[in-house]
């Protein structure tokens, strides 16, 4: 006889019956606030997304096709937990010809993604009930890392003028608590294309020496810097050996490689078992053959990263200019990173607003409170895009603000 489903096995029980047993803190993770408007509107007909933080160009075929090789040559089994050789060699030399540091692969460790560095560094630094500061507006998913581990994300908005957003380091330095353990530095930021300068990077770090803090210097927006310079001021550029300064790092945006979930971490050789053992019990390594793409990308990238570097000056420089010509907006050309963060004026509801660009103006932007404090009021639009498409959107959505008098 054939059993049948008892009242037993019903998947009808009430979700509460689940939810209930979740741990608070994971449960109270945020829902991410640019979610809801690309759900609005991912499979509108003509729609310009540039709500996400990516670009519109695949990964480059040399780094796809390295990978390739390596997958069908065989590289399909359990790896080094801290990255095989070859990519640590090879993101030394990178970090030495960038940062002008000493070649050391001991200090760099493959992680799968800049999230999944960002856990690893948070998870070093923070355990319940300890406070983790951040400016913002800032990109959602450094602060939800830390509740992850328990932690409380302490918001300290950045200051907003006619230079744009700017680090007010008394505002920073009155928020540490006995409970701080540690500083999350974007720079360049998303969303906001503040970029710290020296003198920032240079107080944030006398703050952190001062309080015994480390710094999570999230800088994979580094070479998306507009000021004529190869790269933007980094906190390797002010540090001394001993600082307590954790990067996590990504091959997502220069190498347009966001799908592949890969990047890195740089920390002190010292904490090489500690990250290991990190690894080790998540993910327990990156796939070899994708990291074989990673040292294609590092060792032949160049050309394509100056080139995507071009392009979204470009792009910053296209939409600004013609959505500034609109006299309707609170804009200040970002130095860095690829977002505009701006405001339009008399439309202060921008969580409505996004709403409402999708069904008017056919234009996908991320709201402002999507970003934490100080983000009311503003939009995120992401520039790194083909000029074409950049155009048809600022086109667009200056016909919408001159249309709604
Ligand atoms: C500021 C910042 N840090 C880190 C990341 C992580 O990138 P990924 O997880 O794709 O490596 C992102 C992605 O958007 C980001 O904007």
Redesign the pocket.
């Known amino acids: 006889m054939t059993a049948s489903p008892s009242a037993s096995l019903s998947f009808d029980a009430p979700s509460d019956a689940f939810l209930d047993r979740v741990r608070d803190h994971v449960r109270a993770l945020p829902e991410s606030g640019i979610v809801e408007v690309m759900n609005y509107g991912r499979n509108r007909p003509g729609m310009i997304p540039l709500w996400a933080?990516e670009g519109d160009v695949p990964t480059p075929a040399f780094i796809c096709e390295a990978a390739a090789k390596a997958l069908h040559g065989g590289e399909t089994f359990y790896t080094w937990q801290r990255g095989i050789p070859e990519l640590r060699d090879a993101l030394a030399r990178y970090h030495a010809e960038l940062y002008g540091v000493p070649v050391d692969p001991s200090r760099y460790f493959v992680t799968g993604?800049?999230?999944q560095a960002?856990h690893i560094a948070v998870a070093m630094a923070l355990g319940a009930g300890d406070e983790m500061i951040l400016p913002t507006p800032a990109?959602p998913?450094a602060a939800a890392a830390a509740q992850k581990a328990g932690a409380v994300p302490v918001e300290v908005p950045l200051a907003y003028g006619p230079d744009g957003f700017t680090l007010d380091i008394d505002r920073i330095a009155a928020a540490v608590t006995p409970r701080t353990r540690a500083l999350f530095i974007?720079t360049p930021a998303?969303p906001t294309g503040f970029v710290a300068t020296h003198d920032d990077l240079k107080a944030l770090l006398a703050l952190a020496r001062a309080k015994g803090l480390w710094i999570i210097a999230?800088e994979?927006?580094g070479r998306f810097y507009y000021d004529d310079a190869e790269r933007a001021p980094s906190f390797h550029d002010v540090m001394a050996p001993d600082d307590h300064v954790l990067f996590?790092q990504?091959f997502?945006k220069n190498w347009a490689m966001?799908g592949w979930?890969i990047?890195w971490i740089e920390a002190p050789p010292a904490l090489g078992q500690v990250i290991e053992n990190l690894v080790q019990y998540s993910t327990s390594g990156v796939a070899a053959f994708m990291q074989r793409g990673a040292i294609a990308a590092l060792e032949e990238g160049e050309p394509f990263v100056k080139e995507q570097i071009a392009r979204a000056r470009l792009g910053r420089d296209l939409v600004a200019d013609t959505l500034l010509a609109t006299g309707k907006v609170d804009l200040v050309k970002p130095k860095g990173a690829f977002y505009l963060f701006f405001g339009i004026a008399g439309e202060s509801d921008v969580r409505k607003l996004g709403l409402k660009l999708v069904d008017e103006a056919n234009v996908g932007l991320a709201p402002g409170t999507a970003f934490g404090a100080g983000g009311e009021g503003f939009l995120r639009l992401c520039f790194a895009r083909g000029a074409h498409q950049l155009d048809e959107a600022a086109q667009r959505l200056a016909r919408w603000i001159a249309g709604r008098a």
Request: hydrophobic content about 30%; aromatic content about 12%.
């Open positions: 933080g993604s800049g999230m960002i990109w998913n974007n998303n999230d994979i927006y996590v990504t997502s966001t979930r990047g």
